[in-house]
């Protein structure tokens, strides 16, 4: 089993900065990927940033300039920095880890925090 815990959300004003993390403790593999979704009101959870535990990363096109995904992996930490944030940044953002076996693969899921833009 693997947990999650997120932190570092909240309210900003548009143009902002906030940064979340997110620390994973228990059965954590060296082959895993860990990424930061989010989910708006009546919309359907999406990917916004992943990073590799050789930390490749890839972003949603929403994002990309603007936000940047890091990891220490000494901490089982996910970084995520959010610059110029945008009214429709707004959202719980989760956090994900996935970890990869030979042939299959486990995902989990923490909590969600909430991040809101707004003047």
């Known amino acids: 089993q693997v947990q999650l815990v997120e932190s570092g959300g909240g309210l900003v004003q548009p143009g902002g900065s906030l940064r979340l993390s997110c620390a994973a403790s228990g059965s954590i593999l060296s082959m895993n990927t860990m990424a930061w979704h989010r989910q708006a009101p009546g919309k359907q959870r999406e990917l916004v940033a992943r990073i590799t535990s050789r930390s490749s990363t890839n972003y949603a096109d929403s994002v990309k300039g603007r936000f940047t995904i890091s990891r220490d992996n000494a901490k089982n930490t996910v970084y995520l920095q959010m610059n110029s944030l945008k009214s429709e940044d707004t959202a719980v953002y989760y956090c994900?880890?996935?970890?990869?076996?030979?042939?299959?693969?486990?995902?989990?899921w923490g909590q969600g925090t909430q991040v809101t833009v707004s003047s």
């Open positions: 994900n880890l996935r970890n990869f076996y030979s042939d299959s693969m486990d995902e989990y």
